[in-house]
């Protein structure tokens, strides 16, 4: 179709196949080596927001950006190495003030662990829906319910030749950290269940779940999708052998 994003045939394959209600979402992680692009400079800023709310409106299909200084989540800031991370999260007594652990360590061990980008890697971050992308991002964030995420991650674990596919999480920074920095970091996909924080700070519904891939893992990824769609993901979704078990307790 003229006019359209480059992107956009993928956009709407990786829909249709998978039956998501909402945008994939392009994300854009612009290195303060190089000047900001002019199609990310020309998104709105955001400032007070945090990353997994610049996702949600980005789902919801707005372009968006976030410098450093907007970030509203310390712990994101210092994921993308904008800021470091506060005392009071680094030493875990934070976690224990939300509740999230009980005892400090824990929390502070969470954080040691935790993936980050250099301090100053970064200049900007934006997202935007994959079939507005102007270019190909730098990872893609899929938000839906497990059985929909779940093909991607067999298309994954198709492109990959069989290999098993890994999850890595702290169930804490779920979408800044496994949906987005591990992904960068690591060029692979990562899943993840969620966490406090992007369940209380956007619209997340308790029946859906995050991932993330490299940009560049596109392609293959929708590739493999279609050929799950040939056969696999129909016949899985019309629950063929369940019905007829249905159909024996009946007869019973």
């Given amino acids: 179709m003229s006019g359209e994003a480059p992107l956009a045939g993928q956009a709407r394959r990786m829909k249709a196949i998978l039956g998501l209600q909402s945008e994939p979402v392009a994300v854009y992680l612009v290195p303060s080596s190089a000047p900001v692009p002019p199609a990310i400079e020309s998104l709105e800023r955001v400032p007070g927001h945090r990353f997994c709310q610049l996702l949600m409106r980005a789902r919801a299909g707005e372009s968006l950006r976030l410098n450093g200084e907007d970030l509203a989540c310390p712990a994101a800031a210092a994921a993308f190495g904008f800021k470091p991370l506060p005392e009071g999260l680094a030493t875990g007594k934070g976690l224990v003030g939300f509740g999230i652990v009980a005892e400090a360590e824990v929390g502070r061990a969470m954080f040691e662990s935790m993936p980050r980008l250099g301090s100053g890697t970064l200049s900007t971050v934006a997202a935007c829906p994959l079939s507005k992308a102007p270019a190909a991002p730098d990872v893609i964030v899929v938000e839906g319910p497990p059985e929909q995420l779940m093909w991607l991650l067999l298309a994954d674990l198709n492109v990959a030749g069989g290999a098993r596919r ?51 893992a596109l392609d293959g990824l929708v590739d493999a999708l279609e050929q799950l769609n040939e056969k696999a993901i129909g016949r899985s979704r019309g629950k063929a052998a369940f019905h007829h078990l249905e159909k024996k307790g009946e007869q019973a």
């Fill in 166 to 216: 890994r999850g890595d999480t702290a169930v804490l920074q779920a979408t800044c950290v496994d949906a987005a920095v591990i992904p960068h970091l690591e060029q692979r996909l990562n899943f993840t269940l969620g966490c406090y924080g992007c369940r209380e700070a956007t619209d997340i519904g308790p029946h859906e779940t995050i991932l993330g891939f490299p940009g560049a």
